[in-house]
């Protein structure tokens, strides 16, 4: 099945796949009850679980497939069991000192977040060997099982913190998968001891990761700050077009990570940014469509989909798709200059985007637009800054 389909179209299926299922929880959210205030707490929830998890995972899964050295294997995995302990800690501090935090959602949360540590690192076994087929089809086993057992949770039990809890169980099986798939595939490692190598390599990765997060998460923090959880969840729901948009972008990463440091290794950097060059724009001409038809179709969608309390103007839906354009291009670029091993470069691109969302956010806002807009505003503005940033780092770094 995975020659007719093809291994790179199994990728981008596994990755929408992904993306359906994570969208799939925040629509049972948003038809519960509660409608837009639950999203937002779940929302609110993931806005700090997120860099807390990118942090704990130190970025060893780019620097795995990425590196020049095969570091041993077991660098990996004990720096991923104490990032997880780490996290753990440092998330369950927050859910527990946040009085606006239910628990049991809270906890839920923790538990697919270390779920989901586990499963990415034993992807990078099946991701290293180029084996985009079966990558694919895990992607997609997952995303099945999400929303399988989402769905049970609520009709069975009715139950938003079950139904999270079912996802943190389908990415363990899958990390179970990878790992009985992963320790038959062929790995040299190296003879000598990389942990030095691979901590500076990967808390530069990780702070580019936890700015990307930010990207996203800054304006639903605000919106919580400033016009409360209704609101930041009525923004969430629209805004799971980034989501969806870091995804495919994340896949396209998956994609030609590989390929990239193949060619960068055979032919050189003037090579790798010729053909990194042409995917990018590539890319961001098949993005436009797709935005133009967020903004013209979005308004009826979200009332269809959610409900009428979801329903958004067109201005601050611009600027979300906007956003999502340029997300997919900018890993194109992050990609290439992590093949260069320049990742000190895809940081700073990052810090100053997610700086250039903050500050456009508090700008707008006290310049009297109201507070969706201003989010939106500042997401894209994140996402503008991060592709031109990376573009041009992309032009002036050498190959490590």
Request: glycine share 10%; charged share 10%.
């Amino acid at each position: 099945m995975m020659a007719r389909i093809g291994t790179k179209t199994l990728v981008l299926l596994g990755t929408l796949a992904g993306a359906f299922s994570h969208w799939f929880i925040v629509w049972l959210l948003a038809r519960s009850p509660d409608g837009p205030k639950a999203v937002g707490e779940y929302s609110i929830i993931l806005a700090a679980g997120t860099p807390i998890f990118i942090v704990a995972q130190m970025g060893l899964r780019t620097i795995f497939v990425s590196s020049s050295n095969q570091w041993p294997w077991r660098i990996y995995t004990n720096l991923r069991i104490i990032g997880i302990a780490l996290g753990s800690a440092a998330l369950l501090a927050y859910i527990l000192g946040h009085p606006a935090v239910a628990l049991g959602l809270g906890f839920a949360v923790l538990l697919f977040k270390i779920a989901s540590a586990l499963a990415d690192l034993e992807l990078a076994r099946v991701q290293f060997a180029n084996r985009l087929g079966l990558l694919g089809m895990m992607m997609i086993v997952n995303a099945g099982l999400t929303m399988l057992l989402a769905t049970l949770a609520v009709v069975v039990a009715g139950s938003s913190e079950l139904a999270i809890i079912g996802s943190a169980l389908a990415a363990a099986a899958v990390a179970l998968w990878a790992r009985a798939h992963g320790s038959r595939l062929t790995y040299d490692e190296d003879e000598v001891s990389g942990y030095k190598f691979v901590v500076r390599a990967g808390l530069t990765v990780t702070l580019g990761q936890v700015f990307a997060s930010l990207l996203f998460q800054l304006p639903i923090f605000a919106l919580g700050f400033i016009a409360g959880s209704t609101l930041a969840g009525k923004y969430a729901a629209a805004a799971y077009v980034l989501t969806a948009s870091e995804l495919i972008g994340s896949s396209l990463q998956t994609i030609f990570i590989t390929p990239f440091r193949q060619i960068r290794l055979a032919s050189g950097v003037e090579a790798l940014r010729g053909k990194a060059q042409s995917v990018a724009l590539t890319v961001l001409l098949l993005g436009m469509p797709v935005g133009g038809a967020v903004v013209a179709v979005g308004p009826k969608i979200l009332g269809l989909v959610y409900s009428e309390m979801f329903v958004m103007e067109r201005l601050p839906l611009t600027f979300l798709a906007i956003g999502a354009i340029c997300t997919p291009v900018a890993y194109i670029l992050s990609v290439t200059l992590n093949v260069m091993n320049a990742y000190r470069r895809v940081t700073e691109a990052l810090g100053v985007a997610s700086l250039s969302v903050c500050a456009s956010v508090v700008i707008l806002y006290f310049a009297g637009i109201d507070p969706l807009t201003s989010a939106a505003a500042g997401a894209a503005a994140g996402a503008v800054v991060r592709v031109l940033m990376l573009f041009a780092a992309s032009l002036r770094s050498p190959a490590a």
